[in-house]
């Protein structure tokens, strides 16, 4: 199992910009999420998904979108790109939306937005 | 609503010394906590989590935690740092049950540990 998969590993933007950061997890996990961890803030959550078709937000989901069209991917898209979301970015995914699963993370995207 | 307050942002220890880094949280319902553990340059790497049962939990790399629900503690131990340890550590709490049940994190710890 290659687990939870991101890429790219680093990516520069110019504000404006438009991209889609990639996850893919091959553990036939039901819930995924992504992530973006700034310094001294701890991890926030952006979007989440309980399911193939379902999405939902967290807590800063303005300027970002997702969708879930497989159960193994769920792409992270960024419409214009802000100085304000440059971070690393993180997809996890877990069994199933049970509170007790372990979430597993993948490696992380490191973000710039010029 | 649920929070997680992880005091200091940076702690040194020696190596050989007990590690203690703390962690409380406020939640509206009875949560499940979980320490998570990220290296240089990676992803987060679940160190242990307490769902139900023991309150003394014990997780990977000789670390352990106990649930304290009167004092909303949970509370990162190990006995003996080794200089792999350094990393930083992240708290996290999630309510368990809920349709909008969700993972919270503390604002992170790093440990140093020194030869």
């Known amino acids: 199992n290659a687990g939870v998969t991101q890429t790219p590993k680093f990516q520069v933007l110019k504000t404006g910009q438009s991209m889609t950061l990639q996850c893919a997890q091959d553990m036939n996990h039901e819930y995924m999420s992504w992530y973006r961890q700034d310094p001294g803030m701890g991890l926030r959550l952006i979007h989440y998904?309980?399911?193939?078709?379902?999405?939902d937000q967290g807590e800063v989901p303005n300027g970002y979108n997702v969708s879930r069209s497989t159960t193994e991917d769920f792409p992270l898209r960024l419409l214009s790109a802000a100085p304000s979301q440059t971070s690393v970015y993180f997809c996890a995914s877990s069994y199933s939306r049970d509170a007790a699963d372990t979430q597993y993370f993948g490696p992380g995207t490191r973000l710039t937005v010029l | 609503a649920q929070s997680v307050t992880q005091l200091g942002s940076h702690v040194s220890v020696s190596e050989g010394a007990l590690v203690l880094l703390r962690c409380n949280y406020s939640?509206?319902?009875?949560?499940?906590l979980f320490w998570y553990v990220q290296y240089p340059n990676q992803g987060l790497q679940l160190l242990l989590k307490y769902t139900t049962g023991a309150t003394l939990v014990k997780g990977i790399n000789g670390f352990e935690a106990e649930f304290k629900k009167g004092e909303t503690s949970f509370h990162l131990t190990k006995p003996s740092a080794h200089m792999s340890d350094a990393a930083e550590y992240f708290c996290a709490v999630r309510p368990y049950t809920g349709a909008n049940s969700k993972l919270t994190f503390g604002k992170g710890i790093t440990l140093s540990v020194r030869p």
């Open positions: 998904s309980v399911g193939a078709g379902i999405t």
């Open positions: 939640s509206s319902v009875p949560p499940y």
